[in-house]
């Protein structure tokens, strides 16, 4: 069997390997995973500052999540997925960042790692970590259903690296019962977020534990 054109270490289950994997999607290149623990010895030699995922991809070993998916956009899709329009490259750009900077830790920590400790490790359930963290999540949700009732995608008009990643990350906060219930409440940001998960790339890349939203 050939080897994949992209092969991804980090969390099987885990948002920024399905940004990393969606992308690869897109771009029409296959891809393979290998579960790596992001605080392992071997992580620490594929990123100095241990995180993940990281790459191998044509000769070169890659980390970050946005230097990754551009350069397999830049070298294997023409592109397609980052807008040549200046003003629209800065949409793009920014909505990456409030996805990277704004969105996914306060949903990872305040709403999505307890909610995972509680159901695979029986840790008790930190309701007030969720409880602390839910008017923040509301903020930020609100503030991303404000975009989508301007435009059709987070760059303007073209689907983006940025709907990606703002998909990715709000689709998991969506799979639980508080995230479901604000995002019921903003419809435009819930028939925004049936839209994107009906994209292939987005279909092929699916969690076990995910149903169609």
Not at 60 to 72: F, G, H, K, P, R
Not at 81 to 109: C, G, K, T
Not at 119 to 140: C, G, N, Q
């Amino acid at each position: 069997m050939a080897q994949p054109t992209l092969q991804i270490h980090g969390t099987i289950f885990s948002t920024y390997s399905r940004i990393v994997q969606t992308v690869a999607e897109e771009a029409g290149i296959s891809w393979g995973i290998t579960a790596t623990p992001a605080g392992s010895e071997e992580n620490r030699q594929r990123h100095p500052f241990r995180k993940v995922p990281t790459v191998e991809i044509d000769g070169l070993n890659l980390y970050e999540s946005v230097a990754i998916c551009q350069y397999i956009d830049n070298a294997h899709n023409g592109g397609a997925l980052q807008p040549d329009d200046h003003a629209a490259r800065a949409e793009m750009d920014r909505w990456i960042s409030v996805a990277n900077n704004y969105l996914f830790p306060v949903a990872e920590h305040g709403l999505l790692m307890p909610r995972l400790a509680h159901r695979f490790l029986k840790t008790p359930l930190r309701s007030d970590v969720i409880e602390a963290a839910l008017p923040e999540i509301a903020e930020h949700l609100g503030i991303v259903c404000q975009r989508v009732e301007e435009a059709p995608y987070f760059a303007g008009a073209e689907f983006s690296l940025a709907d990606i990643f703002i998909y990715c990350i709000l689709r998991p906060v969506q799979m639980t019962s508080e995230g479901d219930n604000l995002i019921g409440q903003l419809l435009p940001l819930r028939h925004w977020l049936n839209k994107i998960g009906k994209r292939p790339s987005l279909i092929a890349t699916r969690w076990e534990t995910e149903s169609e939203p």
